[in-house]
Protein backbone atom coordinates (compact mmCIF):
# COMPACT_ATOMS: atom_id res chain seq x y z
CA UNK A 1 0.00 0.00 0.00
CA UNK A 2 1.47 3.17 -1.14
CA UNK A 3 2.37 5.66 1.81
CA UNK A 4 1.64 9.15 1.67
CA UNK A 5 3.36 11.63 3.54
CA UNK A 6 2.37 15.51 3.49
CA UNK A 7 4.46 18.56 3.87
CA UNK A 8 3.99 22.92 3.46
CA UNK A 9 1.61 23.68 6.50
CA UNK A 10 2.55 26.57 8.25
CA UNK A 11 1.13 29.69 10.19
CA UNK A 12 0.13 32.76 7.44
CA UNK A 13 -1.44 35.68 7.43
CA UNK A 14 -4.85 36.67 5.70
CA UNK A 15 -4.38 36.95 1.88
CA UNK A 16 -1.15 35.02 2.05
CA UNK A 17 -0.31 31.63 -0.05
CA UNK A 18 0.88 28.48 0.68
CA UNK A 19 2.01 25.53 -1.38
CA UNK A 20 0.63 21.78 0.20
CA UNK A 21 2.79 18.65 -1.22
CA UNK A 22 1.85 14.95 -0.90
CA UNK A 23 5.04 12.71 -1.64
CA UNK A 24 3.85 9.20 -1.77
CA UNK A 25 5.97 6.17 -1.19
CA UNK A 26 6.51 2.54 -1.10
CA UNK A 27 5.00 2.35 -4.18
CA UNK A 28 3.47 4.74 -7.25
CA UNK A 29 0.32 6.78 -7.77
CA UNK A 30 0.92 7.52 -11.22
CA UNK A 31 -2.47 5.34 -11.94
CA UNK A 32 -4.35 7.09 -9.10
CA UNK A 33 -6.91 9.90 -8.85
CA UNK A 34 -5.69 12.11 -5.78
CA UNK A 35 -7.63 14.44 -3.74
CA UNK A 36 -7.14 17.13 -0.53
CA UNK A 37 -9.24 16.78 2.00
CA UNK A 38 -9.20 18.85 5.60
CA UNK A 39 -10.56 18.58 8.90
CA UNK A 40 -10.79 20.96 12.29
CA UNK A 41 -11.83 19.54 15.26
CA UNK A 42 -14.94 18.68 16.30
CA UNK A 43 -15.86 18.47 12.55
CA UNK A 44 -16.01 16.12 9.51
CA UNK A 45 -13.14 16.09 7.02
CA UNK A 46 -14.19 17.77 4.07
CA UNK A 47 -13.26 17.19 0.35
CA UNK A 48 -11.32 20.21 -0.85
CA UNK A 49 -9.98 19.60 -4.40
CA UNK A 50 -9.60 16.27 -6.60
CA UNK A 51 -7.43 14.91 -9.68
CA UNK A 52 -7.89 12.84 -12.42
CA UNK A 53 -4.52 10.00 -12.60
CA UNK A 54 -3.12 12.56 -15.93
CA UNK A 55 -3.89 15.65 -14.22
CA UNK A 56 -6.22 16.70 -16.82
CA UNK A 57 -9.00 16.68 -15.14
CA UNK A 58 -9.50 18.36 -11.71
CA UNK A 59 -12.65 19.10 -9.43
CA UNK A 60 -12.78 21.61 -6.41
CA UNK A 61 -15.01 22.20 -3.46
CA UNK A 62 -16.58 25.77 -3.65
CA UNK A 63 -14.35 26.91 -1.23
CA UNK A 64 -11.96 26.39 -3.32
CA UNK A 65 -12.61 27.20 -6.47
CA UNK A 66 -10.82 30.19 -7.98
CA UNK A 67 -8.49 30.10 -4.99
CA UNK A 68 -6.94 26.61 -4.95
CA UNK A 69 -5.07 24.78 -7.22
CA UNK A 70 -3.84 21.04 -7.34
CA UNK A 71 -1.68 19.58 -9.62
CA UNK A 72 0.58 16.11 -9.94
CA UNK A 73 3.90 15.47 -11.20
CA UNK A 74 3.90 11.68 -11.40
CA UNK A 75 7.16 11.78 -12.71
CA UNK A 76 7.80 12.65 -9.06
CA UNK A 77 5.10 10.91 -7.56
CA UNK A 78 3.76 13.73 -6.05
CA UNK A 79 0.63 15.86 -5.79
CA UNK A 80 0.20 19.36 -4.97
CA UNK A 81 -2.43 22.13 -3.85
CA UNK A 82 -1.53 25.49 -4.18
CA UNK A 83 -4.21 27.78 -2.11
CA UNK A 84 -4.04 31.51 -3.00
CA UNK A 85 -5.66 34.40 -0.66
CA UNK A 86 -5.94 32.31 2.11
CA UNK A 87 -8.38 32.90 4.86
CA UNK A 88 -9.07 32.48 8.66
CA UNK A 89 -11.95 29.91 7.86
CA UNK A 90 -9.09 27.37 5.53
CA UNK A 91 -7.16 26.89 9.10
CA UNK A 92 -7.83 23.09 9.28
CA UNK A 93 -5.36 19.78 9.18
CA UNK A 94 -4.90 19.14 5.29
CA UNK A 95 -4.54 15.47 4.10
CA UNK A 96 -3.64 14.08 1.12
CA UNK A 97 -5.63 10.76 0.00
CA UNK A 98 -5.11 8.10 -2.80
CA UNK A 99 -7.67 6.64 -5.02
CA UNK A 100 -7.70 3.02 -6.22
CA UNK A 101 -9.35 4.21 -9.37
CA UNK A 102 -8.32 6.96 -11.83
CA UNK A 103 -10.88 9.34 -11.96
CA UNK A 104 -12.10 12.37 -9.74
CA UNK A 105 -15.15 10.69 -9.14
CA UNK A 106 -13.15 8.07 -7.47
CA UNK A 107 -12.37 10.53 -4.93
CA UNK A 108 -15.38 12.54 -4.21
CA UNK A 109 -17.90 9.70 -4.31
CA UNK A 110 -15.45 7.18 -2.42
CA UNK A 111 -16.25 6.21 0.87
CA UNK A 112 -13.06 7.69 3.11
CA UNK A 113 -12.36 3.82 4.48
CA UNK A 114 -11.76 3.18 0.43
CA UNK A 115 -9.03 5.66 0.07
CA UNK A 116 -5.54 5.61 1.65
CA UNK A 117 -4.58 8.42 3.92
CA UNK A 118 -1.79 10.68 4.18
CA UNK A 119 -1.32 12.21 8.20
CA UNK A 120 -2.26 15.61 7.39
CA UNK A 121 0.02 18.54 7.61
CA UNK A 122 -1.75 22.12 9.43
CA UNK A 123 -2.74 25.02 7.81
CA UNK A 124 -3.20 27.96 10.11
CA UNK A 125 -4.34 31.34 8.46
CA UNK A 126 -4.33 34.50 10.92
CA UNK A 127 -6.22 37.12 10.79
Known amino acids: QVQLVESGGSLVQTGDSLRLSCAAS????????MGWFRQVPGKEREFVAAINWSGHNTYYADSAKGRFTISRDNAKNAVYLTMNSLKPEDTAMYFCAASRNTETTAVVQAPPENLNWGQGTQVTVSS
Open 26 to 33: RGTIQNSA
